[in-house]
């Protein structure tokens, strides 16, 4: 797990934890890892429950509707 990932859920910060993944993933897409995507973002989109107009979560949306 990314450094990133791993701070963010110590200070239970979900959002940094969500941009945190985001970027992960979108290195992992680019690379063609699919299974590593989803892996590292479904978990912590599946935590939102509002904001879905925020640019953040949107990306994350975007890149879960690509695989």
């Known amino acids: ?3 990133a990932i791993a701070v963010a859920q110590q200070q239970g ?3 940094w934890e969500l941009r945190a993944a985001t970027t992960v993933a979108r290195h992992w897409a680019r690379q063609g890892d699919r299974r590593q ?3 590292v973002l479904a978990p912590v989109y599946s935590w939102f429950t509002e904001g879905f107009d925020t640019p953040t ?3 994350a949306k975007a890149l879960l509707d690509a695989l």
Do not use: C, R
């Open 1 to 3: 797990m990314p450094k």
């Open 13 to 15: 910060g979900k959002w």
């Open 57 to 59: 979560l949107q990306e």
């Open 37 to 39: 995507t989803h892996d």
